[in-house]
């Protein structure tokens, strides 16, 4: 499996995930941790925090939709692996964040923007495991 490196869009896609998260510290003094939004939005606090975590939600599904509105075709996504080794990634996720109490858009994103110690830390494990996970899929195990 090869790689794309598409440097452009990877760094209008971070500008654009950035200037979301100072945007929503601007207007609502709230980090942006994708995976704490979601869960705030399971378990809102008011109708107004719902409705706010909602908007933020849909805005971030619904870009594909957008992409689509302005090219006539939805983006090629290739996922190179089985439904089951993506749902065994969905629960490592899962317990990654539950355990890291957060994600990387809340960590590697605004934490370290913060110089947050947790933060630091936080992103270091995540980018080593992710290291160490490419090289025993792809190197060990051939996947």
């Known amino acids: 499996m090869e790689t794309s490196f598409t440097p452009y869009a990877s760094l209008a896609g971070g500008c654009l995930i950035g ?26 606090a008011s109708f107004y925090d719902w409705t706010w975590r909602m908007m933020l939600l849909l805005g971030m599904v619904s870009g594909p939709w957008v992409y689509f509105a ?9 996922v190179p692996t089985s439904p089951a080794f993506l749902a065994i990634g969905g629960v490592l996720v899962g317990i990654g964040v ?20 947790r933060s630091i830390a936080a992103t270091a494990v995540f980018m080593l495991t992710t290291g160490i996970t490419v090289y025993i899929i792809r190197h060990v195990a051939g996947v």
Not at 98 to 117: D, E, I, W
């Open 70 to 78: 302005g090219a006539g075709q939805l983006p090629a996504i290739q």
């Open 98 to 117: 539950t355990l890291g109490s957060g994600c990387t858009s809340g960590h590697g994103v605004c934490g370290m923007a913060r110089l947050s110690p």
């Open 19 to 44: 200037l979301a998260a100072v945007l929503l510290m601007l207007v609502r003094g709230r980090i942006f941790g994708a995976t704490g939004i979601l869960a705030g939005a399971l378990r809102p």
